[in-house]
């Protein structure tokens, strides 16, 4: 997959005061060389020692395009383990592409999105868990998800796998030198031993798999679905949620017809709200589509606000309890009685003690919580975003955690997980080594997979395409 082209590639956003441009390959210092001209010292490029920081300008012929900083790099000891520069020069966009243009003249070729990550991987600076994390890095939003990151980008999951992958190979070496001498009837591997090692893999491979949940809330969001009948009041808490106009409020029944998402930050805990379209009879064929994609986002959700009119509340759970509760089993739900401005304090006494009866009866499993708002008026909403957080459940992330979050790596750990349990099943029923040694070598395999080793060219494009152009 190497290519021996030298790229290039502007690394900063657009706009700001100070530009930089990235140069990687067997020529980028030649390159960067002919289009440079440092003021000070006189001496160009190529003799420049690793790590230094040149002043001088880029010129075309002879017009001045800018004053720059030029920072080299010599292979191994750069970011992509090639001869590197960077040219620092001011953010105009015109200028950053005038120095492209020049680059691009002299031998450079236009770099692919994360076309030096991949680089950096290929030459055995990073491996294939470490470079997914920098797009993870970049993409971070909040502190959790930048602890993630920065933890697996320093490569403690990548040591974790390599540490269980090492064990497995030397009792699979010992396994199969026992099958070239089978006509002795040796025996190499201490089947004990490796049955403990298995349980021992086996538990820690089970820990990463049931981390993904958590990891997967932390990156992508907890999912919060919104539902309720219609004018129940979701899309205007949908809309106080996220302190924007996101969905549109109106009186008429049936205005939600499509899911509408976003995310937001509550208590350093990111959220994913999903407001849906309001569950009643209909036979408009586009609203009842709205309806069935509201009960898929309900059984995707971990959290669930069921809104209800507080003005005819005890109506809408009976009509909806038979729906909605099922499919609320082992999730967190929170009853949201709206427009509590519109009942009096001893109505509301009277209401919370009937839900709570009815509720209690018919929700067998799962957490519960009752609470009233008025979502026009902003009353108790602060007390609805701390049942939120509570209802995340989300353990508090500390740099040395290793959690799971990325999906191309549950699913390898998943497929693992299945092969150590053959291992296990195997050591029970006592079978012959050449099949055992085949199940741990799968295990090794999936294990592998996760750092790179084994992976295919067309899963390395799939993940570096995701990158940004410059990383």
């Known amino acids: 997959m190497m290519n021996q082209d030298t790229i290039c590639a502007i690394a900063t956003a657009e706009g700001g005061a100070i530009g930089t441009i990235r140069v990687s390959g067997d020529n980028a210092i030649a390159i960067t060389s002919n289009i440079f001209r440092p003021l000070k010292s006189g001496k160009v490029l190529e003799t420049q020692s690793a790590y230094s920081l040149t002043f001088g300008r880029i010129y075309k012929d002879e017009e001045v395009i800018d004053e720059v900083l030029v920072s080299l790099f010599r292979n191994p000891h750069s970011y992509t383990g090639e001869d590197a520069t960077e040219i620092t020069c001011h953010g105009s ?50 502190a959790a998800t930048h602890r993630l990151a920065m933890s697996q980008m320093r490569g403690g999951f990548s040591r974790q796998l390599t540490d269980l992958r090492n064990k497995l190979l030397h009792f699979t070496s010992m396994i199969e030198l026992e099958l070239d001498f089978s006509e002795e009837d040796v025996e190499f591997a201490d089947r004990t031993a490796l049955e403990a090692l298995a349980n021992e893999i086996e538990s820690v491979i089970s820990r990463l798999v049931h981390s993904f949940s958590v990891g997967n809330a932390i990156k992508s969001g907890v999912p919060v679905a919104i539902i309720g009948e219609t004018n129940a009041g979701k899309s205007t808490l949908l809309n106080l949620l996220l302190n924007e106009e996101k969905a549109i409020v109106s009186d008429i029944h049936g205005t939600t017809r499509d899911v509408i998402e976003d995310t937001i930050n509550l208590g350093g805990v990111t959220f994913r709200f999903i407001d849906t379209a309001g569950i009643r009879e209909t036979t408009d064929t586009i609203e009842s589509l709205g309806i069935e994609r509201t009960f898929q986002k309900l059984d995707q959700a971990e959290i669930v606000l069921w809104m209800i009119d507080a003005t005819d509340a005890l109506v809408q759970v009976g009509q909806l309890s038979e729906q909605i509760l099922p499919r609320c089993e082992g999730k967190h739900l929170i009853l949201v009685c709206n427009k509590m401005d519109l009942i009096s304090e001893d109505q509301k006494s009277i209401l919370m003690t009937n839900l709570q009866a009815i509720l209690v009866k018919q929700f067998a499993t799962g957490s519960l919580d009752l609470v009233f708002i008025s979502a026009k008026t902003r009353e108790h909403t602060a007390e609805l975003e701390k049942r939120i957080i509570a209802a995340a459940h989300l353990p508090t992330v500390s740099p040395n955690d290793v959690i799971v979050t990325n999906i191309r790596h549950y699913e390898a750990l998943n497929r693992a997980l299945d092969a150590i349990h053959r291992v296990q099943q195997g050591l029970d029923l006592q079978i012959s080594g050449d099949f055992l040694s085949q199940d741990i070598r799968e295990c090794i395999f999936h294990l592998s997979d996760i750092a790179g080793e084994v992976t295919n060219d067309m899963v390395l494009q799939n993940i570096f395409e995701h990158f940004c152009i410059g990383k």
């Open 93 to 142: 966009s015109y200028i950053l592409q005038q120095v492209m243009q020049l680059l691009i003249a002299n031998g450079c070729r236009l770099a692919q999105p994360g076309e030096f990550t991949q680089r950096a991987f290929l030459n055995g600076k990073m491996d294939l868990s470490q470079a997914e994390a920098v797009a993870d890095l970049i993409a971070s939003t909040s």
